[in-house]
């Protein structure tokens, strides 16, 4: 099962979410993100948060719209996105994508992209998807990737090191490389044809596509 999250980041810079609906099983909106969800004429199967990003007519027609509706205090522990992502987990998915969680606060987006282990610890694959990027992270082992001739592909280690990175198939290719905390050799690659293979023996590796135009 695949459930996608839409967070209340800048609309500016959200993924169109009508080319995943039929990817998607279950869509998670996490305060201003079902109004996003709305707008895009997909389901809310769970409206959640403390809605403190939206008008109170909004929030009418979010709840009326939604087959589950959830709403917390604004002062909790919790982030709206992370009650989302407890709810998701419910659902025991095996892939969890979140949709607008960038292009808004730092602070949010670096702890956003902490979950990702968050879900990697727990075997769920995760992605943060927006209109340019798609950023995942990886334990070791050997992974296909796929990519267009207009997408650049970056390698940024989670740890302090990432060992024994290998690419096959890019422009630049690597062998048994360390990379370091605070490296940027492994910026700006791209795949020599569609296909590549990237592989590393320890470390927890982010991986994020990046291309100029926007992603469908």
Known sequence: MKVGI?????????????????EIDVWIGADLGASYLLKSQLPID???????????????????????FRQYPIEKNETDLE???EAALLKQPTSIYLFGVTAGRLDHELANIQMLYYLLERDIEGKIIDNKNILSVYKPGTYQIHATSKELISFIPLTLT?????????????????V???STRCISNQLINSKGTFLFTEGILIMIKTTEEELS
């Open 6 to 22: 839409v967070a209340g980041g800048p609309e500016k810079a959200l993924a169109s979410l009508t080319s995943y609906g039929e």
């Open 46 to 68: 769970i409206a959640i948060g403390d809605f403190d990003s939206i008008s109170r007519a909004e929030k009418e027609h979010i709840k009326q719209a939604s087959a589950s």
């Open 83 to 85: 009650l989302a992502l």
């Open 162 to 178: 990432v060992e024994g990175l290998t690419l096959k198939g890019f422009y630049y290719p690597l062998e048994d490389y360390t």
């Open 180 to 182: 370091k905390w605070g």
